[in-house]
């Protein structure tokens, strides 16, 4: 199997899993912290690897996006467990890939820490001390890459403060980094023209203003260590024209303009956005609007606007990613 750095230079997009929570929820498995899972539950984290594997992906994420010793804390549980959840989570992915057969790439998930952190908060009574920050981070991706993941994916990042913290502490991994954001609507009043910003007003110019500015990585630029960048889950509660599947276009369509504008040197994109808003049914359980067939009947735009790696998250299953998969067959 080629590295996943060489395999970047490929023309054919990759197709990466869907959500693995939502996964957890169809078998019955609620948990304080999901990678908990990788102890209580290891049959079912293997099986929800295998089925996305079956549907079609040929990258697949670590159940670690919640593994940080501050999340397991949060959940009353033993910081000193962390590393023990980050390497089942990546045994239970290669057993997936061993069952398959396939040639199989592994995203190591990180995820951002449970709450804001001091260098967007601007003390530590408020935020989590930047020195806790990288040491929470560089404790999960030190165990994903002794585990051997193929890259790591910087996810669902409310901050680019934070998503430069982060990949500041991994790069010294000499792994290929994908760095994904949570972004929400909001428009321009001068333009008028739709730009998505983190909760803590990044939109993606800024992320890479933040990046290359090196105010969080002793002056390094840190877009020479990034490979990938792009937008992840979705936060809109009130647009549905901007969750899902065109949240993930314009979201990658924000980077390409950004990456444009500041004259540098294209990354590839990546989207894997949520099944469309979040609704609670006559149960309080949490449903999503956009089917398989909705989502990829928007896949051509998504490619054309850049997107490289596609795949899901809250509320995609293997359908989706199945769906995904035929279409991209189909094309390339």
Same mark, same amino acid.
């Given at each position: ?47 929800? *690897?295998?089925?996305?594997? !079956? ?6 994420? @670590? ?7 501050? /999340?397991?804390? $949060?959940?009353?549980? &033993? ?63 030190? =165990? ?8 790591? +994916?910087?996810? @669902? $990042? ?10 500041? =502490? ?15 609507? @909001? ?11 983190? &909760? ?5 110019? &800024? ?19 990034? *490979?990938?960048?792009?937008?992840? +889950?979705?936060?809109?509660? %009130? %647009?549905? !024209? #901007? ?9 990658? %369509? ?15 994109? $990546? ?7 979040? #609704?609670?049914?006559?149960? #309080? ?27 899901? +998250? +809250?509320?995609?299953?293997?359908? /989706? ?9 189909? @094309? /390339?």
């Amino acid at each position: 199997m080629k590295k996943f750095i060489d395999r970047l230079q490929d023309p054919t997009p990759l197709i990466f899993d869907g959500g693995f929570g939502t996964e957890l929820f169809a078998r019955g498995i609620e948990l304080a912290n999901s990678a908990l899972a990788n102890e209580l539950h290891p049959d079912a984290v293997t099986d929800i *690897h295998s089925v996305y594997i !079956e549907a079609g992906a040929n990258v697949i994420g @670590t159940n670690t996006f919640v593994a940080s010793f501050p /999340h397991l804390e $949060m959940a009353g549980k &033993d910081a000193s467990a962390s590393d023990k959840l980050v390497r089942r989570a990546v045994e239970h992915a290669k057993t997936a890939i061993e069952k398959s057969g396939k040639e199989i790439y592994i995203a190591g998930s990180i995820g951002p820490l449970p709450g804001a952190i001091e260098a967007d908060s601007g003390d530590t009574q408020f935020g989590i001390a930047n020195t806790i920050a990288r040491d929470a981070h560089e404790k999960v991706a030190t =165990v994903l890459a002794e585990e051997g993941v193929d890259f790591f +994916c910087i996810e @669902t $990042m409310f901050s680019s403060k934070e998503a430069a913290l982060a990949t500041d =502490v991994v790069r010294k991994f000499g792994l290929p980094i994908a760095v994904n954001s949570i972004y929400k609507y @909001t428009k321009d009043k001068k333009t008028g023209n739709v730009v998505y910003r983190t &909760d803590w007003g990044h939109s993606a110019e &800024d992320l890479l203003d933040i990046f290359s500015s090196g105010e969080l990585s002793d002056g390094d630029d840190l877009l020479n260590s990034v *490979h990938i960048l792009g937008v992840n +889950c979705g936060a809109e509660s %009130r %647009r549905e !024209e #901007h969750t899902g599947m065109p949240y993930a276009i314009n979201g990658v %369509r924000n980077f390409k303009a950004a990456m444009d504008k500041k004259g540098i040197q294209p990354k590839r994109l $990546m989207a894997y956005p949520n099944a469309g808003k979040a #609704h609670l049914d006559d149960k #309080h359980r949490t449903y999503y609007t956009q089917s398989p067939e909705e989502m990829v009947g928007y896949l051509p735009e998504l490619l054309k606007a850049g997107a490289y790696v596609i795949g899901g +998250c +809250c509320g995609t299953g293997p359908a /989706h990613i199945k769906a995904f998969r035929e279409y991209v067959n189909s @094309t /390339h």
